[in-house]
């Protein structure tokens, strides 16, 4: 789906007024919409504390507080304005929310208030995409109190549309206090995903981005796209019955050294998950014994000889993955430059990308496509040079310009292109993937993906969302981000791909919606 300027979701929404679609009924099926969102991601929360702003922000929050409450919530409502201030459409709102539920509790704000305790969502409708400059007057002391807070309760927070005061910073200048915007946990954007919600460097106050489509049609027009999962379903189709073991890839995944082969296990035990049909791991000779040992029963274990003899299992692969817990000597070396003559798809990951970086003229002799997976520090090593975070696009399509390749850079929010391709955006994950062997596992998604006939450019936005959705199904499971490990990951990638199916055929969008108001 297209991500937008602020100026250009403006002008999306003059369109749909000058179509006949009111400011209303808009307001009603977003809010709508995010309180359905809201509800899914916190079924079990209580209570929904909602800030109130002047604009029609304010509207959206007055909105999914009356439908919280008409599915049995408890709500608590707190103006930051007093109500001569409201704008018309939250005037209107905030008296059906009374009208309808007359024991909805509703104050103003006072410095004292005092927020609720973990189990509570914080739902942020303060500010909205309008709003100009950073924040000032009356709202500064409320962000600081809700960021405060949170950090002190631990309860949740919800952005409707953006953090309030992060419109300030579209253009990736990032605060430099914390207190600049709203920190939420989750934000909810309205229509499309803004550019200024997509800037790594502000995913420290936006959090878990979800996108509320503007229509149930596809878009994607923008040279920038953020990866959604009804957009994404049908690239893996249901296994036909007709089906053999041979139909879903031979992978051979290259991987472990001495002191190195839980990262073999972890790759290993991904692509498994993800259903490739037959199985190999080729690891240094000294490994081979610890990491049969330790691969799932599944898998082919082998040593990959010394000399120029290259294994059959690597000759055969349909898709190879070479590079977690390798080592980065002159034999990882020898093995890279004999896979990338095979002549099928290669994923070069972890070591790999070392010894990548030292040897880049390799690339132009690869017989078959490749896929990099390289975090933040592994780019730096392939360009010879650091970048800031905001300059992930920039370095991005440098070297996609230079090199013919498929470039997944790891982050928050997580970028795939290649030579002539947009930028895709990941929105799925959590800090619980702030763990050694995550990657690992990503690249055994990616490489099974790889296996089963997916263009490297495809393998890599499906097997990064499917992914993050993992690691968002495990969080919602145990309730925290901590302790969040690769080997559950890979046992909910069964789940994940369950629940992306799901959204194969996707729920109305706000204009469709609209219509019924």
């Known amino acids: 789906m297209d991500v937008l300027s602020i100026q250009e979701m403006v002008s999306r929404e003059g369109e749909a007024f000058d179509s006949g679609t009111t400011a209303a009924a808009l307001m009603e099926a977003a809010g709508e919409a995010m309180a359905e969102r809201i509800l899914a991601s916190y079924p079990q929360a209580m209570p929904f504390v909602v800030l109130i702003g002047k604009g029609n922000n304010g509207g959206d929050g007055l909105v999914v507080a009356y439908y919280l409450a008409k599915a049995g919530k408890k709500i608590e409502l707190v103006l930051t304005a007093p109500e001569d201030q409201l704008g018309e459409l939250p005037v209107d709102r905030l008296k059906r929310l009374r009208d309808s539920f007359p024991k ?8 004292d208030f005092v927020f609720p305790g973990s189990e509570a969502v914080v739902v942020d409708a303060l500010l909205g995409v309008q709003a100009k400059g950073p924040l000032r007057g009356s709202l500064a002391p409320v962000v600081a109190r809700l960021n405060a807070a949170r950090q002190k309760h631990f309860f949740r927070t919800v952005a409707l549309d953006l953090p309030s005061g992060l419109a300030a910073y579209e253009q990736e200048s990032a605060p430099k206090e914390r207190d600049a915007a709203v920190v939420a946990d989750l934000t909810l954007a309205v229509g499309f995903a803004k550019e200024v919600l997509c800037h790594e460097a502000l995913a420290a106050w936006v959090g878990r981005l979800e996108v509320v ?122 093995m890279l430059r004999a896979v990338l003559k095979v002549g099928c798809p290669v994923l070069i990951d972890a070591d790999a990308l070392t010894v990548l970086a030292k040897n880049l003229h390799l690339l132009t002799e690869a017989k078959g496509p490749i896929l990099l997976t390289p975090h933040p520090g592994e780019m730096s090593r392939l360009l010879d040079r650091k970048f800031k975070p905001d ?7 440098e070297f996609t310009d230079q090199h013919d390749v498929t470039l997944l850079l790891k982050g928050t929010r997580t970028l795939v292109t290649a030579r002539g391709q947009a930028f895709y955006i990941n929105t799925t994950g959590n800090p619980g993937l702030s763990t050694g062997g995550s990657g690992d596992t990503l690249s055994g998604i990616l490489a099974s993906l790889l296996g089963q006939g997916l263009s490297p450019l495809d393998a890599a936005r499906f097997g990064v969302w499917l992914h993050g959705h993992a690691a968002d199904l495990v969080l919602a499971e145990r309730g925290c981000e901590e302790g969040l490990t690769p080997t559950m990951l890979s046992a909910k990638l069964g789940e994940a791909l369950v629940s992306l199916r799901k959204l194969a055929v996707p729920a109305e969008g706000l204009l469709e919606r609209a219509k019924k108001f």
């Open 391 to 397: 300059e992930r696009e920039t370095v991005a399509r």
């Open 104 to 111: 909805v509790e509703i104050s103003s704000w006072r410095g």
């Open 213 to 334: 489509p503007w229509s149930g049609e596809k878009f994607s027009s923008a040279p920038k796209q953020v990866l959604l999962g009804h957009e994404l379903a049908d690239l893996l189709p249901r296994r036909n019955a007709l089906s053999h073991k041979n139909n879903f890839g031979r992978l051979a995944i290259i991987a472990g050294s001495p002191g190195f082969t839980g990262a073999a296990g972890l790759c290993t035990q991904a692509a498994q998950a993800m259903g490739t049909g037959l199985l190999c791991v080729v690891t240094q000779l000294a490994a081979h014994a610890i990491v049969a040992a330790q691969a799932p029963h599944e898998a082919m274990v082998s040593g990959w000889p010394e000399g120029d003899e290259v294994p059959e299992p690597v000759e055969k692969a349909t898709a190879i993955a070479i590079g977690p817990g390798l080592g980065t000597g002159e034999p990882t070396l020898r």
